[in-house]
């Protein structure tokens, strides 16, 4: 018994059949390919004129073919690569029919000799310059009408300088072959070739990946195409036919890439920009979820921050509003020299508005210092403010109110250009106790002189008792009586 197919065999089995089914349809292409370039072989051989006309009849039909099918359907193209290839096509195919008509075996222009190279060249900068500069328009808006419009007057140019003025350079020579230009030219659209090559690999993203390899292997065939071409020297010889079944083959590729791709599988397409699309929106999604894990992260952080300030403002607030100290907030006033002429207060804490006998902030917040202290205060202070203000240090200061007889310690802290911090704390009950016992100092001083000119009153009064009592027992030892005070005779 066989076993049952799996869950992800089965997801599988409609990409191997698509494969299975594309790999067929390669084989009978190729098979089709081959049988066509056996048979336009014997034809070759057979009569190489009539090759020559069905090679470029079917370069062609091709070409133009491709332009219609992409001109018709380029409302729905998001590729503007295609539309600026497939209107160079229609200009190709104008320059490669008269390419054809123009051969000197045709006989249509006889009076111009042999007019196929010369057309061939033009064609060839068609495609140089329209496949280095499509990379460029992939994803750019592009005008199709403008842009036919210009092709046909490119087209009518060259047949005028051809046909009309005869000012188009020479590409061969009877007898001689090919000129210099015509293979100089070959080799500057083969380069031309290679950068479009070069630019298309660049933007392979924006390109299916079957459709990718066509195109490019179609431009390999279309450089090898122009190197072929720079060595023949007869117009119907081998190395000609070799350059017509390279330019066959690189047409073919374009009718692949372009027409059966575009046209046929255009779910290929559509999903493939709707897998672009989802790799898009994945990425943006993924990007987005960063996003939001990153503002998430900054809103936590900023709600903590803003906590932490609210808790920080808190705290001063609560600091502000109890200490004992005065505490204010002024705006600086300046002249046009910079000169700090007047103080305006902005904050104040109930300490000060104590001192002040005021009630409320709002009744005092604007006015200036010297509506609150008077202008001499104000112009006390400052000095100190200006220093502040000007070199960010901490000034500090005692100063007297003769109005109310009180004595302050004040600072100044700036903030900003604008504003300083100031606090100040009343010291008159310091003043007074250090004025007491100033006075106190002074009359101890007072009384310990006096003291000291008591003592030495006394002492000098017990040096002369003693003296006299001396001289009393002195006295008394020369008269042969006894001693009255116990002074022995020195």
């Known amino acids: 018994m066989s076993k049952p197919p799996t869950q992800m065999e089965s997801q599988d089995y409609p990409a191997q059949l698509r494969v299975h089914h594309q790999y067929r349809y390669f084989l009978a292409m190729a098979s089709i390919g081959l049988a066509l370039a056996v048979l336009l072989y014997l034809v070759s051989r057979a009569n190489y004129p009539l090759f020559h006309s069905i090679a470029d009849m079917l370069t062609v039909f091709i070409a133009g073919s491709v332009f219609l099918v992409v001109w018709n359907g380029r409302r729905h193209l998001d590729n503007n690569y295609y539309l600026l290839i497939s209107i160079a096509f229609l200009a190709f195919a104008l320059l490669d029919f008269m390419h054809l008509v123009g051969n000197k075996g045709m006989g249509i222009f006889p009076q111009y000799g042999n007019l196929g190279p010369t057309f061939y060249i033009a064609s060839r900068y068609v495609l140089g310059v329209s496949f280095l500069l499509a990379p460029l328009f992939i994803k750019r808006k592009v005008y199709p009408v403008l842009v036919l419009a210009a092709y046909m007057l490119g087209v009518a140019l060259v047949l005028l300088s ?49 459709i990718l390899r066509i195109i490019a292997l179609s431009l390999v065939f279309s450089i090898a195409t122009g190197l072929v071409f720079t060595l023949y020297t007869d117009p119907f010889g081998i190395m000609n036919g070799v350059g017509h079944f390279f330019q066959i083959a690189s047409f073919y590729l374009i009718y692949l890439g372009f027409v ?7 779910q290929n397409i559509l999903y493939r920009n ?48 109890n200490i004992e100290e005065m505490v204010t907030v002024y705006e600086v006033q300046r002249d046009e020299s910079g000169r700090i002429v007047e103080l305006r207060l902005r904050e104040a804490n109930p300490a000060f508005l104590r001192i002040l006998g005021v009630s409320s902030v709002d009744d005092i917040h604007g006015k200036t210092s010297s509506e609150i202290f008077g202008r001499t205060w104000s112009e006390q202070h400052l000095p100190a403010i200006q220093k502040a203000m000007d070199t960010g240090q901490l000034q500090v200061q005692e100063v007297y109110r003769p109005e109310s007889g009180r004595h302050y310690i004040t600072t100044v802290l700036r903030l900003d250009a604008g504003t ?57 030892r020369q008269s042969g009586q006894p001693t009255r005070y116990g002074y022995d005779a020195e």
């Open 260 to 266: 059966e791709t575009v046209l046929t599988t255009p």
């Open 420 to 476: 300083y911090l100031g606090t100040g704390w009343d010291i008159t009950d310091r003043k007074r106790a250090e004025e007491q016992l100033r006075k106190r100092a002074e009359e101890l001083a007072k009384a310990n002189a006096e003291l000291e000119t008591f003592n030495k009153a006394m002492v000098g009064r017990e040096l002369r008792m003693v003296e006299l009592k001396k001289e009393v027992d002195k006295f008394c």
């Open 274 to 321: 709707l897998r672009q699309s989802n790799d898009s929106v994945l990425k943006l999604n993924s990007e987005l979820e960063s996003l939001n894990l990153s503002l998430s992260n900054d809103i936590a952080a900023r709600k903590r921050a803003e906590e932490a300030l609210r808790a920080s403002e808190a705290k001063f607030r609560n600091l502000f509003e």
């Open 162 to 210: 051809v046909l009309l003025w005869r000012n188009f350079p020479t590409t061969y020579i009877d007898g001689t072959g090919l000129t210099a230009f015509k293979v100089y030219s070959d080799y500057v659209v083969c380069l031309m070739l290679l950068g479009g090559l070069g630019l298309l690999l660049l933007n392979r993203h924006a390109f299916d990946a079957r």
